[in-house]
């Protein structure tokens, strides 16, 4: 399903995912990110990516709550326009809304 929608998918064994991890830690591509580990052995992932401190890794139990879930990975972002001066409205923001 998710190769009609031009996503990849890659398909590999625990030893695998965890050479692949590694890799990308020792490159320095894992700088920051989180991982949400299911089902995996957190200790074998810290060990393979070196136990960097900048890796989150999320491997609590699965909650059926999207939302909560969803927390550690979405960034919120909010987007505001004043459009007036001292009361006075500014219409230059009208097409952008």
Same mark, same amino acid.
């Given at each position: 399903?998710?190769?009609?929608?031009?996503?990849?998918?890659?398909?590999?064994?625990?030893? %695998?995912?965890? #050479? @692949? *991890?590694?890799?990308? $830690?020792?490159? =320095?591509?894992?700088?920051? +990110?989180?991982?949400?580990?299911? %089902?995996?052995? #957190? @200790? *074998?992932?810290?060990? $393979?990516?070196? =136990?960097?401190?900048?890796? +989150?890794?999320?491997?609590?139990?699965?909650?059926? #709550?999207?939302?909560?879930?969803?927390?550690?990975?979405?960034?919120?972002?909010?987007?505001?326009?004043?459009?007036?001066?001292?009361?006075?409205?500014?219409?230059?923001?009208?097409?952008?809304?």
């Amino acid at each position: 399903m998710l190769t009609a929608l031009d996503i990849d998918v890659t398909v590999e064994s625990d030893a %695998g995912w965890l #050479a @692949s *991890a590694g890799r990308l $830690a020792s490159a =320095g591509k894992l700088s920051g +990110a989180r991982i949400r580990l299911i %089902g995996g052995d #957190a @200790s *074998a992932l810290a060990e $393979a990516t070196g =136990g960097r401190p900048d890796l +989150a890794v999320y491997a609590h139990p699965v909650t059926e #709550a999207g939302r909560v879930e969803l927390l550690p990975f979405l960034h919120e972002q909010a987007v505001s326009i004043t459009a007036h001066r001292f009361g006075t409205p500014n219409h230059l923001s009208d097409a952008l809304i």
